[in-house]
């Protein structure tokens, strides 16, 4: 039984030697539930949870802080768009998912106040908000 166990360690040894830098190289995969993508962002989580009447929405005809999330209208309303809250930071920054205003806002970054959003209902979930940063930082594509 030792001599498998050392025969078996050995064997790992000399894989894990084998070639390559010592660097994995790892696929980030697309989270699951929800395409990275606005058009999967928008029916999941921008039209019901966000771009609702009554309250502190972002919806037409006064949506809050002007950031529009009703369907047609987020790409235009966040993708390089300054922050009414944070002028140093794009609503949506492309390819920047940690310094983009609606992420921070969605994750609870500290540097957002008052409150994390959305304001009504449940905040978002670990893979909504991975679907999230996933499509800020793959571009921001309108699709």
Not at 27 to 47: C, E, K, M, N, Y
Not at 98 to 111: E, I, W
Request: negative net charge.
């Amino acid at each position: 039984m030792k001599a498998r166990l050392l025969l078996t360690l050995g064997l790992l040894l000399t894989a894990a030697s084998c070639g390559g830098d010592g660097v994995i190289d790892a696929v980030v995969a697309p989270p699951p539930g929800i395409a990275p993508t606005l058009t999967a962002l928008q029916s999941a989580i921008f039209t019901p949870r966000c771009a609702v009447r009554g309250g502190f929405c972002h919806v037409s005809p006064q949506p809050a802080q002007g950031m529009d999330l009703s369907a047609g209208n987020t790409f235009i309303s966040t993708v390089g768009v300054d922050s009414v809250e944070l002028s140093d930071f794009k609503r949506v920054s492309p390819g920047n998912a940690a310094d983009s205003y609606l992420y921070m806002k969605v994750a609870g970054d500290p540097r957002i106040v008052p409150v994390q959003m959305p304001m009504v209902g449940d905040l978002l979930s670990a893979s909504e908000l991975d679907a999230v940063r996933a499509w800020i930082d793959a571009g921001a594509k309108d699709n």
